[in-house]
């Protein structure tokens, strides 16, 4: 890779080791990115089901997701669109908590996490257990707002945070794997950051 | 896939400016390659010591061709708006890949509308561009919302029959529609159902122009939003 001639960048010492390349802190700013109308749902028609190849395919109602074990993500996300925030604290459930009622077959690998907007996108299974995955309700102590994904939105942080669905209203567990909406349209199937898998061929 | 969005060289083959805060470069590709309107390209900055910053602009300029064109909005303390305005020259080297966005692209045959606040005409323009060239002004509606005349970006080129600009704090002179922001009123003539729509600007912009457009009979599933910005 070539210099772009006076270019310095951030000086070292005020870069963040915890930033994966090519991201910048947004700091208090949480920038806003999705392509469709942002929806209000009201969290009394609010559903989140798990289906699939799985033992036991489950919906679970508002209430009833509330009623499962509580568990937080605090830490960093980070946007393809280059910006990261950090010391996020989401509230919500573990999707470990979820498959341990819907139980997951031998034969799925992966995973369309989908939308009440219609909005899909695709995981490899390994990426939404042991840990590293939630449906949260809460960001900092509030509610969700409609903007950023409320009542609910899928939690993935360790990928760009277009994974992280908003308005998330489904997983379903597949054998192999298909493209989501962004996925589709030119984006990477897997999206790490620290490996910037911004694009497809990255 | 792979090749059409690998890395590639690009010399700054012209620079002018839009508004006091914007500016465009013309851009010439070592490989060409054809963009749909809407889409756009990544630009990398790679300090000395490997130290790198990207960022996504919008292609203005319509496809064909071996230059594509990107308007960049300077950002207050923005580390590569403001190098590309304040350091970039004719004939330096940029790397760039692209063109990448498929969703917000159009394909030069379906009739659409565009709403576009301030910079997010860019990629508006680039369909514009494209309706014109093809002689197909029924092609596109465009509404541009912009605070004052001196923001408009493209403003020798972008009046016409298909264009409407709203002035939200300052009019020209003689302006027949009061200023202030963009209404139910401004949009309704120009919306058709056969037209998809396509909305481009500030989180703000698009939220309020969504709602408009709903409020007038919209269907949700033919709006197609780039939003960019923090919420408030």
């Not at chain 1, 989908?114 to 995981?123: D, I, K, V």
């Not at chain 1, 993935?156 to 597949?174: C, D, I, N, Q, R």
């Not at chain 2, 300077?74 to 305005?85: A, I, K, N, R, Y």
């Not at chain 2, 600007?201 to 919209?218: M, N, P, Q």
Request: aromatic fraction near 10%.
């Amino acid at each position: 890779m070539v210099a772009t001639r006076g270019f310095v960048g951030r000086q070292p010492s005020s870069r963040d080791p915890r930033l994966p390349p090519g991201q910048y802190d947004a700091g208090d700013e949480w920038p806003v990115l999705h392509a469709e109308a942002t929806p209000s749902i009201d969290t009394a028609n609010w559903t989140f089901t798990i289906d699939g190849l799985v033992d036991t395919p489950t919906s679970w109602t508002w209430d009833e997701i509330h009623a499962l074990e509580p568990d937080r993500y605090e830490g960093a996300i980070h946007c393809v669109t280059t910006w990261s925030k950090f010391g996020m604290t989401f509230d919500g459930v573990s999707i470990d908590t979820l498959l341990e009622i819907t139980g997951v077959r031998d034969d799925a690998a992966y995973v369309m996490a989908r939308s009440h907007t219609g909005y899909t996108t695709n995981l490899p299974i390994e990426d939404v257990v042991d840990g590293r995955a939630w449906v949260v309700w809460d960001v900092n102590g509030a509610p969700l707002d409609d903007i950023h994904g409320g009542p609910a939105r899928l939690l993935v942080p360790h990928l760009y945070f277009w994974k992280s669905a908003k308005w998330v209203s489904g997983l379903k567990f597949m054998a192999e794997d298909e493209q989501g909406f962004w996925e589709r349209n030119g984006y990477h199937d897997h999206g790490d950051p620290w490996l910037e898998q911004r694009y497809q061929g990255d | 896939m792979a090749s059409r969005s690998s890395w590639q060289t690009a010399v700054v083959a012209a620079i002018g400016p839009e508004t006091s805060h914007a500016k465009t470069f013309r851009l010439r590709l070592t490989e060409p390659r054809t963009h749909r309107p809407g889409q756009f390209y990544v630009v990398r900055l790679t300090a000395p010591d490997g130290y790198h910053a990207q960022r996504d602009y919008s292609v203005a300029s319509s496809p064909g061709g071996d230059d594509i064109e990107l308007t960049v909005e300077m950002l207050p303390d923005g580390e590569v708006s403001g190098f590309l305005h304040n350091v970039v020259e004719v004939g330096d080297v940029l790397e760039v890949r692209g063109p990448v966005g498929r969703f917000f692209s159009w394909d030069g045959a379906t009739p659409i509308l565009g709403l576009a606040g301030g910079s997010g005409v860019v990629p508006l323009m680039s369909m514009l561009r494209l309706a014109r060239r093809a002689n197909r002004p029924d092609l596109m509606r465009l509404v541009v919302s912009v605070r004052s005349p001196a923001d408009l970006y493209y403003a020798d080129e972008i009046s016409g029959p298909e264009t409407t600009v709203v002035y939200t704090r300052d009019a020209p002179a003689g302006s027949a529609r009061p200023v202030g922001r963009l209404t139910a009123e401004d949009v309704r003539p120009l919306v058709e159902s056969d037209r998809e729509v396509y909305v481009c600007g500030s989180a703000g912009f698009c939220d309020g122009a969504t709602k408009l457009l709903l409020e007038v009979g919209v269907d949700v599933q033919r709006i197609r939003i780039s939003r960019w910005g923090p919420t408030s």
